[in-house]
């Protein structure tokens, strides 16, 4: 695998990007805190505030992206590169590659996985005709995205040996699903938490765990979606698939235990800094939420719920064990909001995950390219 990293001491380094959110909360506070830079002093800087970092010395050569990116901060150093902290007020660390062009060829497909965000730099262009993969997925090809659940964790469901509630679904650009009440209501579901305030690159939020049932184990929630920036001095080329999804959440242990939420989508932040972004008909960019588990009954687990794994279709709650179960809520797609559990006489449903967030400077995508819509 050919791809270099590239350290940057954030301090360093004085550029304010224009492209701004703009809309007096988190984002424009830390953008505040940058020092506006001349032009000329700018080439060393990448992204938008408040996701930007800073290179002590500009990078160069082609980077091709074939295999697969780890972002724990040992896989960084083994790499040839270090860790990278974002310019802004959290100055939270991610994992950065860095060239004079980055591409990640048609037909290509590389998992991104580890404990820090991810940011591809190029000072000319970035090329996406292959599948850069973020997301994390509970069934197959199990993954869990870069940053995973970095930015919360919902809340679970309440425990009782007559059925355990569902763990609410993880919030983050929208608010997930409640969980279903076990026990016809003596447990409690997990209740949805409003979205956090968001300032930096960062993961979205799990599903939360459901309650357990007569002698079950509590169903674990699905991860979020992990996070990633494409950042272009000069152009940025999108005609494949970018994927920060959540996982769906495991379906109730029987007998009768609560189902996780589904896990929110994660974060994705474009960036083309001279205004040059193109986005091809067949992009596919989203950030979905995944489907919360379906509840248990006395001898029979619940299904679990769907990982978001398609861009324009709902990742589905997963099957309630029988009649005395209720399913898992639908995790978050496009402009469709999560989906809820319902109280359940045994074990209850999970609540689906939220949306993602996605952020786009230096350019406009079409409804059809993009879940959910940019904010």
């Not at 869990?144 to 970095?150: E, K, L, Q």
Request: hydrophobic share 35%.
């Amino acid at each position: 695998m050919v791809w270099w990293l590239v350290v940057a001491l954030v301090a360093a380094c004085g550029f304010r990007h224009g492209g701004a959110v703009g809309d007096g909360g988190p984002a424009d506070v830390a953008a505040e805190q940058a020092d506006a830079a001349p032009d000329a002093q700018n080439k060393l800087c990448f992204g938008a505030a408040p996701y930007e970092i800073c290179l002590p010395s500009m990078p160069s050569g082609q980077v091709t992206l074939t295999e697969a990116i780890s972002t724990d901060p040992g896989d960084c150093t083994d790499a040839g590169g270090t860790v990278v902290m974002m310019r802004n007020l959290t100055q939270n660390q991610v994992c950065a590659i860095a060239g004079d062009t980055i591409d990640l060829p048609q037909s290509t497909t590389v998992t991104v996985t580890g404990s820090l965000p991810l940011v591809l730099a190029a000072t000319t262009t970035i090329t996406i005709d292959g599948t850069l993969d973020a997301a994390s997925r509970s069934q197959d090809q199990q993954s869990t995205g870069p940053d995973a659940n970095g930015a919360c964790n919902a809340v679970a469901g309440m425990s009782n040996i007559g059925g355990g509630g569902g763990g609410a679904g993880g919030s983050f650009g929208s608010t997930g699903g409640d969980g279903g009440g076990g026990s016809d209501g003596n447990s409690a579901g997990g209740q949805a938490l409003p979205p956090p305030i968001v300032a930096t690159l960062e993961g979205g939020c799990g599903g939360g765990t459901g309650g357990a049932g007569n002698g079950s184990q509590p169903g674990t929630g699905g991860d979020s979606g992990g996070a990633i920036e494409l950042a272009a001095q000069g152009r940025l080329v999108l005609d494949g698939v970018i994927d920060a999804s959540g996982a769906g959440g495991a379906g109730g242990d029987s007998s009768k235990g609560g189902a996780g939420g589904g896990g929110s989508g994660g974060m994705i932040v474009l960036v083309s800094q001279s205004q040059q972004l193109i986005v091809a008909g067949n992009a596919q960019i989203f950030a979905n939420g995944g489907g919360g588990g379906g509840g248990a009954e006395s001898a029979v687990d619940g299904s679990p719920g769907d990982d978001a794994t398609v861009i324009n279709a709902v990742a589905s709650g997963g099957a309630r064990a029988g009649s005395n179960a209720t399913a898992g809520g639908d995790g978050a797609y496009l402009s469709t909001a999560a989906g809820s559990s319902t109280q359940s006489p045994d074990g209850a449903g999970g609540g689906g995950g939220g949306a993602g967030i996605i952020h786009v400077f230096g350019g406009a995508i079409a409804a059809n390219n993009v879940s959910p819509p940019p904010s």
